[in-house]
């Protein structure tokens, strides 16, 4: 049982709902460190397929870390906060299954790089993106100048990042920020749609090619493809390979048990 998230698992894809209502779910460091135990908590569970990670209620996602609890923390304390969830975010990323955030409204500062650490981001109409942290004279600090960047493009994050500006599901949709747009009420099934296009595949080539994706986005190209190549022969001595391939050369669906 956790104090702020509501956690359930059900047919195989485990949900995490920050579940902060009087802060629309700002992430004190008690919810960070709620979110990484949990997170430790979906690695060990073996019938976890799949993650979404969203907000409780109607209205937020997460408006950002905690400004209430910001507000007395010292240089040492704000480094401390951050390295705590970087340190559960780059775990969350690392997961070697698809994740998924159903961002269901406001996703500012901490709440859209919480958004940004999982795989792809959906978003409902009423979601809203931001980074307002150099208005509060702090920078983002949960991965938002570093994956910002590496998602939308240095420019596109700067003026987002310096202007803080907020902008709504379609510009985020537009500028490569989330995958997908849809009503409120289709959410969780959009999510839930995209999952079991992902889990139809071979689950350790999914965690694969997730892992090369990662890791290679922090190489040259040089490096980066001969991940790629190491990685493709690991996939060779598979049975997923065995059955992926028979499956296609004999006409029929492949099953990855
Ligand atoms: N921290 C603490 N409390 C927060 C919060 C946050 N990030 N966001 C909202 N709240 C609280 C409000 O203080 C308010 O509390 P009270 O009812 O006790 O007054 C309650 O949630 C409801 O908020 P509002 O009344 O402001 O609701 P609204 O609908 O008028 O506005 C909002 C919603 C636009 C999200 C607005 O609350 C807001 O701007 N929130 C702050 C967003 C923000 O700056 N986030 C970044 C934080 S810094 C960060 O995240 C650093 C990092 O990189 C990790």
Redesign the pocket.
């Known amino acids: 049982m956790y104090e702020h998230l509501l956690y359930e698992v059900a047919d195989g894809i485990a949900t995490i709902s920050i579940n902060n209502p009087?802060?629309?779910n700002?992430l004190d460091p008690a919810t960070i460190e709620e979110f990484g135990a949990c997170i430790d908590e979906v690695a060990k569970d073996k019938a976890v397929k799949a993650l979404i990670v969203t907000g409780a209620g109607p209205k937020?996602f997460v408006?950002?870390?905690?400004?209430?609890k910001m507000v007395l923390m010292s240089a040492e304390e704000g480094a401390r906060f951050a390295a705590l969830?970087d340190g559960f975010f780059s775990k969350l990323e690392a997961l070697p299954i698809v994740t998924i955030a159903a961002v269901n409204g406001?996703a500012?500062?901490?709440g859209c790089?919480l958004a940004m650490a999982c795989d792809i981001r959906i978003a409902s109409e009423n979601a809203i993106f931001g980074q307002?942290?150099v208005g509060?004279g702090?920078i983002?600090?949960?991965g938002?100048t570093q994956r910002l960047a590496r998602l939308i493009g240095k420019g596109r994050a700067k003026e987002l990042i310096l202007t803080t500006d907020r902008i709504d599901a379609n510009e985020a949709y537009r500028i490569g920020l989330v995958n997908k747009v849809t009503s409120k009420e289709e959410l969780i099934d959009t999510c839930k749609a995209m999952i079991g296009r992902v889990l139809k595949n071979g689950p350790f080539a999914v965690a694969v090619a997730k892992s090369c994706i990662e890791s290679g986005m922090d190489m040259d190209l040089k490096n980066g493809l001969k991940l790629e190549a190491d990685a493709f022969g690991l996939t060779f001595a598979t049975e997923e390979k065995k059955e992926g391939m028979t499956a296609f050369l004999e006409k029929r669906k492949a099953n990855f048990g």
């Open positions: 009087k802060s629309l700002a937020s408006a950002g870390a905690d400004i209430s969830a406001y500012l500062g901490g790089e307002p942290e509060l702090i983002p600090g949960f938002g």
